[in-house]
């Protein structure tokens, strides 16, 4: 089969298509004939050793390899065709259409992929494409998890989300609106149009006008891009109010420990893993039309390197997608 295959740290031309041996489904296994990926963030990070703070870099090494990506093939999540179960495999059976996130397991730059009955895999609506399937998972998944999860977001609160662009946020402002929130995005000024078309109350031109400005407003300041930090947002939170942090470095690692003993306003942050309840849950949005996948643009699997180029630009919309069939 044809796969990208990263060997080596680097810039986006370190990635190269390439023949590899054909996957085998395990017993529990389902193999996936990949119509559609994605390149995020996540395999950037990778793939460039760009991590977020210096702690991580100090580990990056141990965690993904010395010289190159211990993963070869990059990629979180595809959409496609079952084309073969293994044999202890009852939920899913050649021919039908699914969705699935490896998350740090990868390998879905592929034409194959073979991935666990039990892991996050699940049906695609037939109302929805493959390449709109696959823009929702890494986004969507993160939002959830900290809006959901750790916030406890409740109708009424008020939700600010930082990088509302981008593939988490517009997750993240959709989401938000659907657990009952008033919304206000902060994102650059040619994207205004595309948040509030998301359902965002108010959309902020963070070149033009400043969040911080005025005295406690939100509930909840979400910042999926790393572009503040809590003590920047104190002044906009209500006394109980909670910074979500989804870019970690060791100071936002100390801020969640003491602020969860000292109480009052609140950080709070995680590692997020894909589940199937999540991605069925998802997926159940999107078909009926409260979760709106946002393509910022599509490269076929031979131009990949164009797709990683757009991700480490900093100026996508939504998500990178690749298709493959």
């Known amino acids: 089969m044809l796969a990208a295959v990263c060997t080596k740290y680097g810039p986006p031309e370190v990635v190269r298509i390439a023949e590899v041996p054909d996957p085998s489904p395990g017993p529990s296994e389902v ?25 991580f870099r100090l580990l990056a090494p141990l965690v993904l390899g010395v010289r190159g990506p211990r993963t070869r093939v990059l990629g979180t999540e595809c959409a496609g065709v079952v084309e073969r179960v293994g044999a202890r495999v009852t939920a899913f059976g050649p021919g039908d ?19 666990r009955e039990d892991s996050a895999l699940t049906r ?17 998944m993160v939002a959830l998890r900290y809006l959901r999860d750790m916030a406890g977001v409740k109708p009424g609160q008020r939700v ?16 938000a609106g659907y657990l009952g929130a008033h919304v ?18 108010a959309v902020l031109d963070r070149s033009k006008e400043d969040f911080r400005a005025g005295g406690p407003v939100y509930d909840v300041v979400l910042d999926t891009v790393g572009a503040t930090s809590f003590r920047e947002c104190k002044a ?32 709070r942050g995680a590692v997020v893993s894909a589940n199937k309840a999540d991605l069925v849950l998802l997926m159940r949005l ?24 757009r991700v480490d630009s900093g100026r996508k919309v939504g998500s990178v997608v690749v298709t493959v069939l």
């Open 236 to 267: 906009v939170l209500k006394p109980h109010g909670q910074f979500l942090a989804v870019l970690m470095g060791l100071t936002e690692l100390c801020q969640i420990v003491w602020t969860g003993l000292v109480g009052g306003r609140r950080v």
């Open 97 to 115: 259409r699914v969705v699935a996130v490896t998350g740090i397991g990868m390998g879905t730059h592929a034409e194959l992929v073979c991935v």
């Open 160 to 175: 600010l989300v930082i990088g509302a662009s981008g593939a988490i946020g517009v997750a993240a402002v959709q989401l």
């Open 184 to 201: 206000t995005g902060v994102c650059g000024g040619a994207n205004v149009g595309v948040v509030r078309s998301l359902g965002a109350a």
């Open 31 to 55: 193999l996936i004939r990949v119509h559609a990926t994605t390149v995020t963030t996540a395999d950037w990070r990778v793939r460039a050793r760009a991590m977020p703070a210096p702690i």
């Open 286 to 309: 999107a078909e009926a039309g409260h979760l709106r996948p946002v393509i910022d643009s599509s490269f076929p699997l031979r131009r990949i390197v164009e797709a990683h180029r």
């Open 124 to 140: 695609v609506p037939e109302s929805l494409p493959f390449d709109q399937a696959v823009a929702i998972p890494f986004g969507a």
